[in-house]
């Protein structure tokens, strides 16, 4: 189920997700969309689901932004589901959506990263931008 490719060329690089997301070749990037995806895909329960490659890339997506936008997991899931196609109860949507909630997945990403003795330049942070990931 994993997202990273067989024989990278960087640590956990994800041509899959490059190929969906357009996403910078940047390890951090990579690990954090990627891993968080890999915890949305179990969670794609319901009737009428999509076929199983329609629902590895809207995980991409949904993390994608998830990421990005810092939300926190339950409203990732929630967006996750919505983009399925999956009926949610509008006071689980309520729920889910906390304005001042924020989890910094790519923070996350780089500490586990500097864990692991990669290199992770000062200035990943300005690849984060409202409308989307920049490239370095």
Do not use: C
Request: charge should be negative; charged fraction near 25%.
């Amino acid at each position: 189920m994993t997202f990273t490719d067989t024989d990278p060329t960087f640590p956990y690089q994800s041509s899959e997700a490059t190929s969906q997301l357009g996403i910078p070749d940047s390890p951090e990037i990579h690990l954090a969309v990627t891993r968080l995806a890999e915890r949305l895909i179990p969670l794609a329960v319901g009737d009428n689901l999509p076929d199983s490659r329609a629902i590895r890339i809207t995980a991409l997506r949904s993390a994608s932004g998830g990421v990005l936008f810092s939300y926190p997991f339950e409203e990732v899931v929630t967006r996750f589901r919505l983009n399925l196609g999956l009926h949610i109860e509008q006071d689980e949507i309520d729920r889910s959506v906390v304005p001042s909630a924020k989890t910094d997945w790519l923070g996350q990403a780089v500490q586990d990263l500097k864990a692991e003795g990669v290199e992770i330049p000062i200035s990943f942070r300005r690849q984060v931008s409202h409308y989307g990931w920049v490239k370095r």
